[in-house]
């Protein structure tokens, strides 16, 4: 199984704030994917990289993949209470993905 | 877009029992499917890789004849929870992905709560 350690793993801010979620491994991943979970739901996928160094941008979410291609960052401008979920980023293998360890994001308004 | 089906979203059963999942692609067909499992507030474990006609591919730890795995057609795959404890509670999510991975990630069912009294 390959580790992918998410940081911080739990997070509370006011709305408007900006936040970053790290998300690092000591494993190269051919891709990586983020995604949002709601309670009780399965994983959303937000985006996926693929390029070492790679930044995407969807709105206020900003998205990068480390030139090595092992960690990964995403960074919320101006959080909104809509933006409350669990992240999790995860990283494709051969055939499989595995998840990382998962940020509880909560923005109060 | 892509989607994913699972069946029931939520089971109680007697500990000893038998409880069946079902994961369905209703838009594409999938010759691979996944078996999550999430424990409360935390992440999810891949438990196992579901190959349409032929034998799943479990993780480390996870107990083949406990979590029975069938994948008899491209748009259905199920897991099988035999003899069930309390232990065994949790929230199980299938997901599958209807092309390549980097252009269409995984799509994931909404999950089955199951509790095990």
């Known amino acids: 199984t390959q580790l992918l350690e998410q940081s911080p793993q739990f997070l509370s801010i006011q709305e408007g704030e900006n936040l970053t979620v790290y998300c690092n491994s000591s494993?190269?991943?051919?891709?990586l994917q983020w995604y949002r979970q709601e309670p009780g739901e399965g994983p959303v996928l937000l985006v996926t990289v693929v390029t070492g160094g790679e930044v995407k941008k969807l709105k206020r979410l900003t998205f990068q993949f480390g030139d090595a291609r092992k960690d990964s960052s995403l960074h919320i401008t101006a959080a909104q209470p809509g933006d409350t979920g669990l992240y999790l980023c995860a990283g494709a293998g051969a055939n499989n993905l595995f998840f990382g360890t998962g940020t509880r994001l909560t923005v109060i308004p | 877009g892509a989607v994913v089906s699972q069946h029931p979203s939520w089971v109680i059963c007697k500990s000893g029992t038998s409880v069946k999942i079902e994961c369905r692609s209703l838009?594409?067909?999938?010759?691979?499917m996944f078996w999550y499992r999430q424990f409360p507030k935390q992440s999810l474990m891949l438990m196992a890789t579901?190959?349409?006609?032929?034998?799943?591919?479990?993780e480390q730890g996870v107990e083949k004849d406990k979590f029975l795995i069938n994948h008899a057609s491209l748009t259905l795959s199920t897991l099988t929870v035999t003899s069930a404890h309390p232990e065994d509670s949790s929230f199980y999510i299938c997901s599958a992905s209807r092309g390549r991975v980097y252009d269409y990630g995984y799509t994931f069912g909404s999950g089955t709560r199951l509790t095990v009294v």
């Open positions: 579901s190959n349409e006609g032929s034998k799943a591919t479990y």
């Open positions: 838009d594409f067909q999938a010759t691979t």
């Open positions: 494993s190269v991943f051919s891709s």
